[in-house]
């Protein structure tokens, strides 16, 4: 029986989060049966693709994790109870703190595609530890483009994708990775009308570069170039947008030189690029009436990623493609996720912190040494690192190396297998959840999802989790909750105005606030986990009065705080928290002058170096460009561990192209052995004229063991057991993961598969 009743909620599987309505059934109403996109979500409006169909798969996986679990010294784990766990993870972690500092502990991830929320708490635990270095994914793909950005234009931007006459995607898929709002509709829109060019630059002929108006297959890796021409003829052909310039740009002049000195034709020649369709490219870029862009992993985890992040925003810059509908914009968000300022190093590798985190691809350096500062002990949360990081090997090495490490999770990940203790979490339909990753302009949105069902027993939320931490550390007492107990009884503005004098009060509870809104906030059971949000909406009220009085939560801070909460608290399909004007972007630039910084000395020098370079030499025996983590119609990173879920390319299939197949002989569907530096595996290959000659494309997410009726099977290839980790940008650390130097060969059908390597 499946309920008739359509419940809001979201996906959790990109991150969209498209809102979704959804109604259940099967035993005790806690299967996900039926979907439909939500149309009241403020966002999506009713969008979304095929993937959240499949959503059951990630609430019953075989190997979901139901109870704490304790490694015993033989590897296997013993099965504990909460008070048990949390008194003895307290203590372990007490100790490494007592034995070497808070800032030996590190922190890894806080929330993937659909969870946010765990991070908040976290900063709860991370200060009463005095844990002082974190990371997450985003220092694998964002940091580069965060750091040019910031010191650019004071903040990272998005694009307006709906309102651009010409959309330029650099090393993105969106058909398939989605990334912005209902983007196949946006992207049929653009494909559909004669007066809106699509502008892709991708290796691959991908479903977004197939729909294009102008594909530009760069050869891999060699954006830079590409870029770099794209700039010399807008300068060269005079399409600056001058006014524009002169009027918000405070440094053009060394940019225009430098990009007068680049040498066009040799450019289009490394780039594999012919120099008219370079031409032409930039004429419709600069052109344009309004050029929405946007630039992803194709580049950010390529060669020269932070040089072309620069000089994507030059573009961006240079043709005046900011502060007007279509073009680019500084979007108001809850939690400041897109930062790039960067004020320390990492303590052994001293690599570069870039908001606030550490290149995932130094983490091992800083934990494989006998360094004192090294790390000793790591809480991973919501994150899969030994699957998604590079270098499997080195990573799970350095795991091992700790002193402790605990992981919170759903499942028995890869990382969880490493654990000293497993805390088992609530999935995200079992807690109230959220993300910080809408970016909408002029009018941004937030949705508190509210839970479907209560977990089972055994799991807990985690800001149930952290509050019993805090609790067990000592770091809040029923003395400190008792008042706040009692004005959250007299409503929430009682609540929020106690709650400041109480902090005011002892300061020391500030670094409690998260876990004390959770355990004294008066708030329905399916949105227990949503207090945290207060916290958010008052930091809001302070920071952006005007964004969000416009959404209509005026007032002092505090009347707005409350307003805000109370109207996501009542609207769980989603609601407008800030309203923004175009003509408020330029002038309120989070600049100091309110004005545009082009010219990066370290990035123009890295310009000239990189034009100057001699073309690199190809190790004859790695001669192929193996681009290690594509996504596909079925992916979405580790967040669901079933192989059943994929409805397509079940096995994670490598492509190739029809060239390189006839060279093998082989045809779909045979396996090859591919090899790089780092390992060797056996893949069934799908030949597809997609591919550049010398391109090779794994999908990401793939290489999960997961349970089947004779033990664990693993399906398809992890990425990252074939990619090295010293393999990155050298200003930010960002990992070269889609330019992986590689060869293939044929192997025999009939041969037994070959013993997969040990596991390192
Ligand atoms: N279906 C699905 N969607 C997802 C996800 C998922 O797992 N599955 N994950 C989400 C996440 S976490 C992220 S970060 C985004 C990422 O979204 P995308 O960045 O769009 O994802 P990818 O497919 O990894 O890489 C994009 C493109 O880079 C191209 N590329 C490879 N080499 C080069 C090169 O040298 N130059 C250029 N210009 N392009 C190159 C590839 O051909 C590919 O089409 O997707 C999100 N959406
Ligand atoms: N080679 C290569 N590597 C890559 C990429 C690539 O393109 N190529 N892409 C990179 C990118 S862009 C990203 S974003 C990362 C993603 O990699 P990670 O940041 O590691 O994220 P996920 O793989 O999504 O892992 C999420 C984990 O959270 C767990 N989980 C799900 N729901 C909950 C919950 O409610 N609570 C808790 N506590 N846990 C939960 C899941 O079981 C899973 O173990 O991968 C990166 N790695
Ligand atoms: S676009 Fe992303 S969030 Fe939206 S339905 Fe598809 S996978 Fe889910
Ligand atoms: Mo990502």
Same mark, same amino acid.
């Given at each position: 029986?499946?309920?008739?009743?359509?419940?809001?909620?979201?996906?959790?599987?990109?991150?969209?989060?498209?809102?979704?309505?959804?109604?259940?059934?099967?035993?005790?109403?806690?299967?996900?049966?039926?979907?439909?996109?939500?149309?009241?979500?403020?966002?999506?409006?009713?969008?979304?693709?095929?993937?959240?169909?499949?959503?059951? $798969?990630?609430?019953?996986?075989?190997?979901?994790?139901?109870?704490?679990?304790?490694?015993?010294?033989?590897?296997?784990?013993?099965?504990?109870?909460?008070?048990?766990?949390?008194?003895?993870?307290?203590?372990?972690?007490?100790?490494?703190?007592?034995?070497?500092?808070?800032?030996?502990?590190?922190?890894?991830?806080?929330?993937?595609?659909?969870?946010?929320?765990?991070?908040?708490?976290?900063?709860?635990?991370?200060?009463?530890?005095?844990?002082?270095?974190?990371?997450?994914?985003?220092?694998?793909?964002?940091? /580069?483009?965060?750091?040019?950005?910031?010191?650019?234009?004071?903040?990272?931007?998005?694009?307006?994708?709906?309102?651009?006459?010409?959309? &330029?995607?650099?090393?993105?898929?969106?058909?398939?990775?989605?990334?912005?709002?209902?983007?196949?509709?946006?992207?049929?829109?653009?494909?559909?009308?004669?007066?809106?060019?699509?502008?892709?630059?991708?290796?691959?002929?991908?479903?977004?570069?197939?729909?294009?108006?102008?594909?530009?297959?760069?050869?891999?890796?060699?954006?830079?170039?590409?870029?770099?021409?794209?700039?010399?003829?807008?300068?060269?052909?005079?399409?600056?947008?001058?006014?524009?310039?002169?009027?918000?740009?405070?440094?053009?002049?060394?940019?225009?030189?430098?990009?007068?000195?680049?040498?066009?034709?040799?450019?289009?020649?490394?780039?594999?690029?012919?120099?008219?369709?370079?031409?032409?490219?930039?004429?419709?870029?600069? /052109?344009?009436?309004?050029?929405?862009?946007?630039?992803?992993?194709?580049?950010?985890?390529?060669?020269?990623?932070?040089?072309?992040?620069?000089?994507?925003?030059?573009?961006?810059?240079?043709?005046?493609?900011?502060?007007?509908?279509?073009?680019?914009?500084?979007?108001?968000? &809850?939690?400041?996720?897109?930062?790039?300022?960067?004020?320390?190093?990492?303590?052994?590798?001293?690599?570069?912190?870039?908001?606030?985190?550490?290149?995932?691809?130094?983490? @091992?350096?800083?934990?494989?040494?006998? $360094?004192?500062?090294?790390?000793?002990?790591?809480?991973?949360?919501?994150?899969?690192?030994?699957?998604?990081?590079?270098?499997?090997?080195?990573?799970?090495?350095? &795991?091992?190396?700790?002193?402790?490490?605990?992981?919170?999770?759903?499942?028995?990940?890869?990382?969880?297998?490493?654990?000293?203790?497993?805390?088992?979490?609530?999935?995200?339909?079992?807690?109230?959840?959220?993300?910080?990753?809408?970016?909408?302009?002029?009018?941004?949105?937030?949705?508190?999802?509210?839970?479907?069902?209560?977990?089972?027993?055994?799991?807990?939320?985690?800001?149930?989790? $952290?509050?019993?931490?805090?609790?067990?550390?000592?770091?809040?007492?029923?003395?400190?909750?008792?008042?706040?107990?009692?004005?959250?009884?007299?409503?929430?503005?009682?609540?929020?105005?106690?709650?400041?004098?109480?902090?005011?009060?002892?300061?020391?509870?500030?670094?409690?606030?998260?876990?004390?809104?959770?355990?004294?906030?008066?708030?329905?059971?399916?949105?227990?986990?949503?207090?945290?949000?207060?916290?958010?909406?008052?930091?809001?009220?302070?920071?952006?009065?005007?964004?969000?009085?416009?959404?209509?939560?005026?007032?002092?801070?505090?009347?707005?705080?409350?307003?805000?909460?109370?109207?996501?608290?009542?609207?769980?399909?989603?609601?407008?928290?800030?309203?923004?004007?175009?003509?408020?972007?330029?002038?309120?630039?989070?600049?100091?002058?309110?004005?545009?910084?082009?010219?990066?000395?370290?990035?123009?020098?890295?310009?000239?170096?990189?034009?100057?370079?001699?073309?690199?030499?190809?190790?004859?025996?790695?001669?192929?460009?193996?681009? @290690?983590?594509?996504?596909?119609?079925?992916?979405?990173?580790?967040?669901?561990?079933?192989?059943?879920?994929?409805?397509?390319?079940?096995?994670?299939?490598?492509?190739?192209?029809?060239?390189?197949?006839?060279? &093998?002989?082989?045809?779909?569907?045979?396996?090859?052995?591919?090899?790089?530096?780092?390992?060797?595996?056996?893949?069934?290959?799908?030949?597809?004229?997609?591919?550049?000659?010398?391109?090779?494309?794994?999908?990401?997410?793939?290489?999960?063991?997961?349970?089947?009726?004779?033990?664990?099977?693993?399906?398809?290839?992890?990425?990252?057991?074939?990619?090295?980790?010293?393999?990155?940008?050298?200003?930010? /650390?960002?990992?070269? $993961?889609?330019?992986?130097?590689?060869?293939?060969?044929?192997?025999?059908?009939?041969?037994?598969?070959?013993?997969? @390597?040990?596991?390192?």
């Amino acid at each position: 029986m499946t309920s008739t009743e359509w419940r809001p909620t979201a996906c959790i599987l990109c991150e969209c989060n498209c809102g979704l309505e959804v109604q259940l059934g099967g035993d005790d109403d806690r299967h996900l049966i039926r979907f439909r996109g939500d149309k009241r979500h403020p966002s999506s409006r009713g969008y979304a693709c095929e993937k959240p169909h499949r959503l059951d $798969h990630y609430q019953h996986g075989r190997d979901r994790v139901t109870r704490p679990l304790r490694r015993r010294p033989d590897g296997g784990f013993d099965e504990i109870d909460w008070d048990t766990a949390i008194r003895e993870v307290a203590a372990r972690f007490a100790a490494v703190r007592d034995a070497h500092g808070g800032e030996s502990i590190f922190y890894y991830g806080g929330g993937g595609q659909g969870n946010h929320l765990p991070g908040a708490y976290a900063t709860a635990t991370r200060r009463t530890l005095g844990s002082r270095y974190r990371s997450s994914a985003l220092a694998q793909e964002k940091t /580069g483009e965060f750091w040019v950005s910031t010191r650019m234009m004071g903040s990272a931007t998005r694009a307006d994708f709906e309102h651009c006459d010409v959309a &330029l995607f650099l090393g993105k898929n969106p058909w398939h990775s989605h990334s912005i709002a209902r983007a196949r509709v946006t992207l049929k829109e653009l494909a559909q009308d004669p007066a809106r060019t699509l502008v892709v630059i991708d290796p691959r002929r991908t479903e977004t570069a197939a729909m294009a108006d102008v594909h530009l297959a760069v050869r891999p890796g060699t954006d830079a170039w590409l870029m770099a021409a794209i700039l010399a003829v807008i300068v060269e052909e005079d399409l600056v947008d001058h006014a524009f310039v002169a009027a918000h740009v405070v440094d053009a002049a060394p940019v225009l030189d430098a990009l007068r000195a680049v040498p066009i034709a040799a450019c289009c020649a490394r780039s594999g690029v012919a120099e008219a369709d370079v031409r032409r490219a930039a004429r419709l870029l600069a /052109g344009a009436r309004a050029l929405a862009s946007f630039e992803d992993l194709g580049v950010q985890m390529n060669r020269g990623s932070t040089l072309v992040s620069y000089l994507h925003r030059l573009l961006i810059v240079l043709t005046g493609s900011l502060g007007r509908p279509g073009t680019h914009f500084v979007p108001t968000t &809850l939690v400041d996720i897109a930062n790039g300022a960067s004020t320390k190093t990492s303590p052994v590798a001293e690599a570069r912190i870039v908001g606030g985190l550490v290149p995932c691809n130094v983490i @091992a350096d800083e934990i494989l040494t006998d $360094h004192p500062a090294r790390y000793r002990a790591m809480l991973v949360e919501a994150a899969n690192p030994a699957h998604s990081l590079a270098d499997s090997k080195r990573f799970r090495e350095a &795991l091992r190396a700790l002193d402790l490490l605990v992981v919170i999770d759903v499942a028995m990940s890869e990382t969880a297998q490493l654990a000293d203790y497993v805390l088992p979490a609530a999935t995200q339909f079992e807690k109230a959840e959220a993300t910080f990753f809408n970016f909408e302009f002029p009018a941004n949105t937030f949705q508190l999802r509210p839970r479907l069902f209560a977990p089972p027993p055994g799991p807990l939320p985690e800001a149930e989790i $952290h509050a019993r931490l805090a609790e067990a550390w000592g770091a809040i007492t029923e003395d400190d909750l008792a008042p706040l107990r009692a004005a959250a009884a007299e409503g929430l503005a009682a609540y929020a105005q106690a709650f400041m004098a109480r902090v005011a009060m002892h300061p020391r509870l500030s670094a409690q606030a998260p876990v004390i809104l959770y355990r004294t906030l008066a708030l329905p059971e399916a949105l227990r986990e949503g207090a945290v949000v207060l916290g958010l909406a008052a930091k809001a009220a302070l920071e952006r009065p005007a964004s969000l009085a416009r959404a209509g939560f005026g007032g002092s801070p505090l009347e707005a705080a409350v307003a805000l909460f109370t109207a996501i608290v009542e609207h769980p399909e989603g609601v407008v928290f800030a309203v923004d004007a175009w003509d408020g972007v330029l002038r309120d630039l989070p600049t100091p002058d309110h004005k545009i910084r082009a010219a990066l000395p370290d990035l123009l020098d890295e310009l000239a170096a990189v034009l100057a370079a001699p073309a690199e030499v190809v190790d004859p025996a790695f001669p192929m460009v193996l681009s @290690a983590g594509e996504r596909r119609s079925f992916t979405a990173n580790t967040i669901i561990r079933d192989p059943a879920w994929r409805k397509k390319d079940a096995g994670g299939a490598l492509r190739i192209s029809p060239a390189d197949a006839a060279a &093998l002989g082989v045809v779909d569907g045979d396996p090859v052995r591919l090899t790089t530096r780092r390992d060797a595996v056996v893949v069934a290959v799908e030949v597809t004229d997609t591919m550049q000659p010398g391109h090779l494309a794994l999908p990401n997410g793939l290489g999960l063991g997961y349970p089947g009726p004779d033990g664990e099977i693993t399906t398809g290839v992890a990425p990252n057991e074939l990619t090295a980790s010293d393999d990155r940008d050298r200003f930010v /650390g960002t990992p070269w $993961h889609k330019h992986v130097p590689a060869r293939i060969e044929r192997v025999d059908r009939t041969a037994p598969a070959p013993a997969p @390597a040990p596991a390192g």
